[in-house]
């Protein structure tokens, strides 16, 4: 265990630069966009998506550790209507800087405290919180080592019995889109130069040693399969191409089912710590 947990203390040249390429972006993207969804992404219906999906899972009353949490966005809406205490961080120092200037005026009961620090070394106590959570924070750790790190750090912090709900991007669900795309002669969807996608299988193994499984949630199949394909078929080519469009909406308020396949990029994988 002890190996597991042990971060590494020296990083190839070419994942430095992958480091530095990521920081620069987020950084750059937190300066143009400050206080919008944009500063993590334009597709504002599956942001609404993981907020309420991540919020299921959160009580009155926890301790709850957002790790990654960009301009805080999804924080605050995900801690609005709770009586819980949020601890909240970001690798990107202007992203907490306008966090915490909208903390001043959407956190009135000060149940927030963002702050700058590193995924791979969180500066929390052993055993501590009682959930925890990422919302596209994983992906952008561009090796499977240092995800994995970053992964442990979650597993250290959180107490015996705590979750963490991991909210990322999947290389699977990707394919299984990309393979509808297929059919109607799209192109198909990549992933960013900036993200580095989870595979099912290889995390699921990695998980079971320190985790249980509690629920994998395919929240967004529903919806990536109406707007990154069903869409595209009503489209021409004059057509303007945007995430925010009647068409999104409309499909972003359909729920999950047992029927809804696995189309979603994002999914939840909701985990115990042993």
Not at 48 to 70: H, K, P, R
Not at 196 to 204: F, G, H, I, P, R
Request: charged share 30%; hydrophobic share 35%; net charge positive.
């Amino acid at each position: 265990m002890k190996k597991d947990l042990a971060l590494s203390k020296k990083l190839d040249k070419e994942i430095l630069k992958k480091i530095e390429f990521n920081h620069n972006y987020w950084e750059n993207n937190a300066k143009k966009h400050k206080d919008s969804h944009k500063v993590s992404w334009g597709d504002r219906y599956i942001i609404d998506l993981e907020i309420e999906n991540v919020s299921t899972y959160i009580s009155n009353g926890d301790v709850v550790l957002d790790a990654g949490c960009s301009n805080g966005y999804s924080t605050f809406k995900i801690s609005k209507n709770k009586k819980i205490k949020v601890r909240a961080f970001d690798y990107s120092k202007k992203s907490i800087l306008h966090a915490n200037k909208t903390k001043r005026v959407k956190d009135k009961k000060n149940k927030i405290d963002f702050y700058h620090a590193n995924i791979l070394e969180i500066p929390e106590k052993d055993n501590f919180f009682d959930k925890a959570y990422t919302i596209r924070v994983i992906i952008n750790l561009l090796s499977w080592k240092l995800q994995k790190e970053s992964i442990l750090e979650i597993y250290r912090v959180l107490k015996p019995g705590g979750l963490y709900i991991m909210s990322e991007a999947f290389i699977g669900s990707l394919k299984n889109i990309n393979s509808l795309r297929k059919v109607a002669g799209m192109s198909p969807l990549e992933v960013h130069d900036f993200n580095l996608y989870l595979e099912e299988k290889k995390l699921e193994k990695f998980l079971n040693r320190y985790f249980e499984i509690v629920e994998i949630r395919k929240f967004s199949s529903v919806y990536y399969a109406a707007s990154r394909f069903l869409r595209y078929l009503t489209l021409n080519k004059k057509s303007e191409d945007s995430f925010i469009n009647s068409f999104n909406k409309y499909f972003a308020e359909f729920k999950e089912t047992e029927n809804s396949g696995d189309f979603g990029i994002q999914k939840i994988y909701v985990l115990r710590k042993k």
